[in-house]
């Protein structure tokens, strides 16, 4: 095991590296690009509903939760009558539609990327809801993939907050500083680097270009997301002794 080494009262003592135990990833636009899709979904399940978004609503999903995305529109449409996980339900039974007509994107190297880790600790951290995320891991063939999901519903606060890393650290039973967190967005990063976690960006499916540059390290696609390039983020973010 690497070591620090130091002195306390004139003698060497050895304390253990702080590693990497587990990695937590975030979902739409990290492991597939679904975004554009709900985006359609949540129009057409408003639409049924009296509600006609605009192209500005489409775009606020990006990177977003439920909590964010339902306190937006209930400013903007105060007649919107729907509860937010009425609002979840009609957009998620409307995705499965959409999803029948467009199929789902899976970003580079997502499923390989999941499989390379299987021997550590991973949960999911997403802004979609539950139903959304089963559906999402269904389609990408990795619905045993992940013990622990932590959905919109799951967390008072959504992202850039670090509530739901901090949940899942908590869960998988590590540190924030044991994790590395794998996103795309400009709050998903903020949410990972306010938890305390190492943070990679993502570009793959950054279709926007949101701002990755607060991430601690910013790769093309998930096939660059190696065990060993995580043991050097990590020595880079804490140092080598550890956090």
């Known amino acids: 095991m690497d070591c620090a080494t130091g002195t306390r009262a004139g003698y060497a003592w050895y304390e253990p590296r702080v590693a990497i135990r587990a990695v937590l990833f975030d979902l739409d636009g990290t492991l597939v690009d679904t975004e554009r899709e709900s985006a359609e979904a949540m129009a057409r399940a408003l639409a049924g509903h009296g509600v006609v978004c605009d192209q500005d609503d489409r775009d606020f999903i990006i990177g977003r939760s439920w909590v964010a995305i ?4 209930r400013e903007r449409y105060p007649d919107l ?7 979840i339900a009609a957009t998620a039974m409307a995705r499965e539609r959409v999803f029948e007509e467009l199929g789902i994107t899976v970003l580079p190297g997502a ?6 880790f299987s021997h550590l600790p991973r949960a999911l951290v997403t802004g979609s809801s539950r139903a959304e995320a089963r559906q999402a891991l269904i389609a990408l063939g990795l619905s045993d993939a992940f013990p622990i999901v932590i ?14 890393y901090l949940a899942a650290a908590k869960l998988l039973g590590v540190t924030p500083e044991e994790c590395v967190v794998v996103e795309d967005s400009l709050a998903g990063i903020a949410a990972g680097v306010a938890a305390g976690c190492a943070v990679v960006g993502v570009r793959a499916g950054n279709f926007h ?14 096939d660059e997301l190696t065990e ?5 983020l990590h020595d880079a973010v804490y140092g080598p002794g550890g956090a």
């Open 111 to 116: 499923r390989e990327a999941v499989a390379r």
């Open 70 to 73: 339902y306190e937006r529109l």
């Open 81 to 87: 009558r729907w509860t937010r996980d009425e609002l």
């Open 209 to 222: 270009g949101q701002d990755q540059t607060a991430a601690h390290r910013v790769i093309e696609t998930l």
């Open 151 to 164: 959905a919109a519903e799951d967390v008072e606060r959504s992202k850039p907050h670090p509530d739901g």
């Open 228 to 232: 060993e390039m995580l043991d050097a």
